[in-house]
């Protein structure tokens, strides 16, 4: 009976543990959409991130197929952050996009492209009552898709980092309490670059211009040389120094490179190297919980586990 008993606690207590850290996730284009125009699609979403200690949107807010819901219909953002935010779920505003190939923002012809997409979302939050704003921004903007990133890697950082000055003295210029920063792979501190006239990683760089980072740290273990805390303890340690926050990015999609998600594994099994995670990152400051990439793929991973959910 004792041990019964023992058994009920752990169980309840789990999803508290959980919720015990920031956890954030990525949401994509068709299913952002699908939330902002079915009453029933956001209420069937909002019930799967409170069962999963989710209290973070990344919420598509640009163009897809033809329309933007942020410009023809705010309304509909406004309807659901505030429903969201009544669930005790923060919006941030994502941006960037495999449909708009956004990757080429960071070339220069195409800045004024990357500052129009940001100044959209400032726009409707200068617009909006507070309870209906966007609480941050994260931009997916990775140059390290473009096919030309093996012959120009070190041009396309530094396009990267200019564009990032942009977008934040445009967001410095709304004067609006809003958290912006980018998806940034844990390799970029392996990257020495001299920008603004100081040579430094391409990660610290990236801390000093945003307000925090979401670090894709994707890696299906926690521990060891090539672990997710091994990989983000020097980006932590910058971004405490200078007041900023990593949210570590961990992923759930199929990936030929095993190592790289816990797609082959079973939720039980993330759940053990987020805590172990946790645990290592608990006393530093610049430790923001984690955000899964992502959504669909982070729901059929659960469901092919568990059919009858």
């Not at 933007?68 to 779920?89: A, C, D, F, S, W």
């Not at 999609?253 to 095993?258: D, H, R, S």
């Amino acid at each position: 009976m004792r041990s019964l008993l023992a058994a009920l606690v752990l169980l309840l207590a789990a999803p508290c543990a959980r919720a015990a850290t920031d956890r954030a996730v990525w949401m994509w284009e068709k299913e952002s959409y699908a939330m902002l125009e079915s009453r029933s699609a956001a209420k069937d979403a909002i019930s799967f991130f409170k069962a999963r200690g989710i209290n973070t949107l990344y919420l598509y807010a640009d163009s897809f197929q033809g329309r933007n819901l942020l410009v023809q219909k705010p309304r509909l953002y406004r309807r659901l952050i505030r429903r969201l935010r009544g669930e005790g779920i923060r919006t941030y505003a994502l941006l960037g996009s495999a449909y708009l190939n956004t990757e080429e923002y960071v070339l220069p012809a195409r800045h004024p492209d990357a500052l129009a997409m940001l100044k959209r979302v400032l726009d409707y939050n200068a617009r909006e009552k507070e309870r209906d704003r966007f609480e941050g921004v994260n931009l997916d903007i990775e140059p390290h898709i473009l096919d030309q990133w093996k012959e120009r890697k070190t041009a396309l950082l530094l396009e990267f980092l200019s564009m990032s000055r942009k977008l934040m003295d445009l967001k410095k210029a709304y004067k609006l309490d809003l958290a912006v920063g980018p998806a940034v792979p844990f390799w970029l501190d392996g990257i020495t670059l001299e920008w603004e006239g100081r040579v430094k990683p391409v990660s610290e760089h990236a801390a000093d211009v945003y307000d925090y980072l979401a670090l894709m740290d994707y890696r299906d273990r926690a521990e060891g040389r090539d672990g997710i805390i091994a990989h983000a303890a020097s980006e932590l340690k910058y971004a405490a120094g200078i007041g900023r926050k990593v949210i570590i990015g961990v992923e759930t999609g199929k990936n030929e490179i095993e190592k790289v998600s816990f797609y082959h594994l079973k939720a039980g099994d993330m759940e053990r190297e987020l805590a172990l995670t946790e645990k290592a990152f608990a006393p530093e400051p610049a430790f923001g919980g984690f955000v899964i990439h992502h959504y669909r793929t982070y729901r059929n991973w659960l469901e092919s586990q568990n059919p009858e959910n």
